[in-house]
């Protein structure tokens, strides 16, 4: 091993216990990977004197053997959590010099198990992107790169920063969010484990708002067994989160058994697009072969309303959006617009706003506020939410028909490259969600496996979906896909 | 349904948003293009189909309307851009 920070979670735990290794030393480890990792500009705000100070309490911890899972483990935060004291400002200009005076649920949670903060991860702006472009803090840039083309590639979005750390190991592990693909889209893009659990496992209290019926926080890690690890250490009931479930958080390593003989997965012929590369389409099959011969019975499902699921995503996000971010107004928190003598009130929120969000943010926000506004109402936020009801629907019936979990692929293509999509209009961008919105309309877990290399050396993830509060099987059916296709590559270091 | 220029004015208008005259008709363009986009949702019977509000179906959890924290004026105000005794300071609301 070259680096100390290409560690995973539970090796490293492992060594922790065992002596060999102390927090401080794989702290220092991954320190000194960002600093001469800079340029992938994973990290918006790098915090080693809270890293080492951490590392050292850890250590303490470790030696009086007291020592949760994650204890001594250092992560990156991506830009959207609260962490008191600190930066924070979800990538946007808007919160410029923002820093919470409290800390979000789940990073007082990964705190409390005694894991070590190293910084904060770029992302797109308020989350909304899929290439990590909208960032103020400018894009990420791939760790992977094309075996043809030294063309930098997007790492993917909105948790880009997360995934591209977590690949470029410049962490052992990432906290990320997902409100339509945000983890498991970049995690795909980079060859990482990234899951969204169910809606409700995790509190979404001090995590930057973006559409509160459908943000998930989760864990980007470097193996599933290191998903269940930190997603245990996430997931709380939390009563500062009216929505987060008081279902007890199982002990999810203890369900990685490796055994899914007997379980039903279900292959939906909704997913097969036109224009799929046959790369992908072939990558499915032999993900669906696979399972098949660990054991499960493989059958065909159907999810009849999986073509609505991006324009509903597109109504009610932005809708949601457009609500959540009047928060920034210039009066309480962030950047305030340079006013005229005689600026009203008005002006100085049009202003402020004018010049604090970005372009994509503007743009979703005006949608938001144009579908929600009076006479739109019914036609588009009535309608789309009528039809979230069917997205669902689907879904129950396939689990009610004893299907046990559904196998997709993560993303219609390999990682693009930076500024493609500049040139396009909006939609096809969106279009990048195409395999992953339909789980967050439908609040259930979904977790992308790295499946394997595209012709140019890319990754490609395959995503396999849960029924609602059981990750635990979830995690499980995805640790035997990840064994049995044994994916180890690794980004070639060029940076 | 197309957006229109005067459309997209208002819109840009309710989301406290300042754009400049010359840009709103690209914006409209953009706007309706999107807006088109989820046209789509027109094909789709929803007859006798409820607006789903929640995704899990459990209860909103209730709890007792009391106090319990509070007085915390100085954190409350640590990031406002303008801040004078005690309050958020803006510009003139009342003439």
């Excluded at chain 1, 590369?277 to 098949?292: C, H, N, T, V």
């Excluded at chain 1, 107004?329 to 005229?340: E, I, Q």
């Excluded at chain 2, 929640?54 to 851009?81: C, E, F, H, W, Y």
Aim: aromatic share 6%; charged share 25%; glycine share 8%.
């Amino acid at each position: 091993m070259e680096s100390i920070s290409q560690l995973t979670i539970s090796e490293a735990r492992d060594k922790l216990k065992k002596k060999e290794l102390t927090s401080l030393e794989i702290t220092q480890s991954c320190l000194k990977s960002i600093e001469t990792s800079k340029i992938l500009n994973a990290f918006s705000v790098i915090t080693p004197e809270i890293a080492l100070s951490q590392a050292k309490n850890a250590d303490k911890r470790i030696a009086s053997g007291d020592a949760p899972a994650m204890c001594g483990i250092p992560i990156g935060i991506k830009d959207l959590f609260c962490t008191k004291g600190v930066q924070t400002q979800a990538a946007s200009h808007i919160l410029d010099g923002f820093k919470p005076e409290y800390e979000s649920t789940v990073t007082q949670n990964l705190w409390d198990e005694g894991a070590v903060m190293l910084g904060k991860l770029n992302m797109d702006e308020f989350a909304m992107g899929s290439s990590n472009e909208t960032s103020t803090y400018g894009a990420v840039i791939n760790p992977w790169r094309s075996s043809v083309s030294e063309v930098p590639l997007t790492p993917g979005g909105s948790s880009g920063g997360s995934a591209a750390a977590v690949a470029a190991d410049l962490c052992l592990a990432a906290t990320g969010t997902d409100t339509g693909g945000s983890i498991r889209q970049p995690a795909a893009f980079t060859g990482t484990v990234g899951i969204k659990p169910t809606y409700g496992r995790v509190s979404r209290w001090g995590v930057v708002a973006f559409a509160s019926s459908l943000d998930q926080a989760g864990p980007m890690t470097k193996s599933v067994r290191d998903a269940s690890i930190m997603l245990e250490a996430m997931a709380s009931h939390d009563r500062k989160d009216s929505t987060s479930s008081n279902f007890p958080v199982p002990n999810f390593e203890a369900a990685l058994t490796g055994d899914i003989k007997g379980k039903k997965i279900g292959i939906p012929n909704e997913y097969r697009m036109d224009g799929m590369s046959e790369e992908i389409e072939k990558l499915w099959s032999i993900g669906a072969e696979m399972l098949r011969d660990s054991g499960a019975i493989v059958v065909d499902v159907n999810l009849p309303h999986t073509k609505y699921a991006l324009p509903v995503y597109y109504v009610l996000a932005p809708a949601e959006a457009s609500s959540n971010l009047a928060r920034y107004d210039g009066v309480r928190y962030g950047h305030r617009a340079k006013l005229k003598v005689n600026d009203n009130i008005d002006e100085m929120y049009s202003k402020t706003r004018a010049e604090g969000f970005g372009k994509e943010v503007q743009r979703r926000i005006m949608i938001g506020t144009y579908v929600l506004s009076a006479g739109f109402y019914d036609a588009y936020y009535r309608k789309a939410q009528r039809v979230r009801t069917l997205i669902k629907r689907d879904f129950d019936k396939v689990f009610d028909d004893g299907v046990d979990a559904i196998l997709t692929p993560t993303t219609p293509s390999s990682a693009f490259p930076l500024g493609e999509m500049n040139s396009k209009n909006p939609i096809e961008m969106y279009l990048n969600d195409i395999f992953t919105v339909t789980v967050n309309l439908a609040g259930l877990p979904g977790i992308s496996v790295p499946a394997g290399i595209d012709v140019d050396g890319m990754p490609l993830g395959l995503q396999l979906i849960g029924k609602p509060w059981d990750e635990g099987e979830l995690l499980n059916t995805a640790f035997v896909l990840e064994k049995a296709l044994k994916f180890s590559d690794k980004p070639k270091k060029w940076w | 349904m197309a957006i229109d220029k005067d459309t997209a004015g208002r819109v840009a208008r309710l989301a406290r948003i300042s754009i400049p005259e010359t840009e709103l008709e690209s914006l409209a363009l953009e706007l309706s293009d999107i807006v088109g986009f989820m046209e789509q949702l027109n094909e789709c019977d929803v007859t006798n189909i409820e607006p789903m509000t929640s995704v899990t179906p459990t209860l909103l959890k209730q709890r007792m309307d009391l106090i319990d924290d509070g007085d915390q004026q100085k954190m409350i105000l640590s990031n406002a851009p303008d801040s004078r005794e005690g309050f958020f300071a803006v510009p003139k609301v009342v003439e």
